[in-house]
């Protein structure tokens, strides 16, 4: 897993990525469902969340031999609780102006405790008001990230990158297995497709891409525009493919493995060919702007759509999305500056000041280009 020398500047395309996975959602939530598909963006989040940790454990590891656990734990706390604590407090606000549902106990502990995904397939989106339910993805990511780093560390130091590819596509091929065999045991669709268990080939392949085939750390091929279009080409013809089969045991199991592979294909080539066409406007500045706030921007736009449908049931989709779209964005904007940003300047002061001792690993931001979501 030799690297090549890092730029001192975030890694091209992400915010760009982040901007039109969120946009997929937002547009589906907003009444466009039937043509928009909601659930690709949230596994292209997966993907993107499972190359930018991975890679992040790498430069970490390959800088001082080790991984700090606690500094990972506490950077990914400053960076998702604060919002999520805020958004949560707006919510009870509204349910108690009866502007939106209110909370069942059990339902406000199932979010701020990362197990909102089991919650809502259990009670059926019952217990959390209306949108908020967005927050599925946010456990799938925390459960997989409890239980990933002491993996990453092992095979960061056994150091073979073919290994890793071994030992990350096997455990895809057995969740994909295990969504198989759930799909032929009557399992819900609920549970197939928000459960931890049954989604984690999506940030596994993520974590791939950034094990095996960096394009941001590893040295690149050669550019062959002949291949490189036929495999840019081949990605968008599978996600294609995988959004107009209609088969039900499909959409169930493979559907999902199929995507994040496309994902994962075009992510490479997003980064590695970040200043040529067809990639370039993923950089542009909106794109960026909005890949940066789109944790709020996921956090809040559901909540704030389904609050305007209950209120202005005349209205329109279009109406909806316009006003929805303008409330979201003031939203994320405030949570960037006084939330978000002065908790990236305390994690970057947590990156210059070692924890326990020394030997405690130390910053891994200088290629960070935003955090999860």
Same mark, same amino acid.
């Given at each position: ?81 604060? @919002? ?64 990933? @780093? ?71 091929? @050669? ?151």
């Amino acid at each position: 897993m030799t690297a090549r020398p890092l730029a001192n500047s975030a890694i091209p395309s992400l915010d760009g990525i982040r901007a039109v996975a969120v946009a997929l959602v937002f547009f589906a939530h907003s009444g466009l469902e039937h043509v928009v598909p909601g659930g690709l963006g949230v596994t292209i989040f997966f993907v993107l969340s499972g190359y930018l940790i991975s890679t992040l454990m790498r430069v970490e590891f390959q800088s001082h031999g080790r991984i700090d656990f606690r500094g990972f734990y506490l950077r990914r706390f400053l960076r998702l609780m604060p @919002p999520l604590t805020i958004i949560v407090a707006l919510t009870l606000l509204l349910s108690a102006l009866s502007i939106v549902d209110a909370f069942a106990p059990n339902g406000l502990l199932a979010v701020l405790f990362y197990y909102g995904n089991y919650f809502v397939i259990a009670h059926d989106f019952q217990g959390v008001p209306a949108g908020m339910s967005v927050v599925w993805s946010l456990a799938v990511e925390e459960h997989f990230y409890l239980l990933y @780093p002491p993996l990453a560390v092992m095979l960061l130091r056994i150091g073979r990158a073919g290994l890793s590819a071994k030992v990350l596509v096997s455990l895809c091929v057995a969740v994909l297995a295990w969504r198989c065999w759930l799909a032929t045991h009557d399992a819900s669709e609920n549970y197939i497709s928000m459960a931890t268990d049954t989604r984690i080939d999506a940030i596994l392949i993520g974590c791939l891409l950034a094990l095996w085939k960096n394009p941001w750390l590893d040295r690149l091929a @050669p550019s062959n525009s002949t291949r490189d279009a036929a495999l840019i080409v081949g990605a968008l013809a599978l996600l294609f493919f995988t959004l107009g089969f209609r088969d039900e045991f499909f959409r169930m199991t493979f559907r999902y493995t199929l995507q994040s592979l496309a994902t994962a294909v075009l992510l490479y080539f997003a980064i590695a060919r970040s200043t040529s066409a067809p990639f370039t406007w993923l950089n542009s500045r909106p794109l960026m702007y909005v890949g940066g706030i789109s944790y709020t921007v996921y956090l809040s736009h559901h909540l704030i759509i389904e609050a305007l449908r209950d209120r202005f049931s005349d209205w329109g989709w279009a109406p909806i999305l316009l006003v929805s779209a303008c409330m979201t964005l003031i939203i994320a904007e405030a949570m960037r500056r006084f939330v978000e940003q002065p908790c990236a300047r305390l994690r970057k002061r947590l990156h210059k000041k070692p924890i326990l001792n020394e030997r405690t690993a130390a910053p891994i931001a200088p290629v960070a280009s935003g955090g999860s979501l």
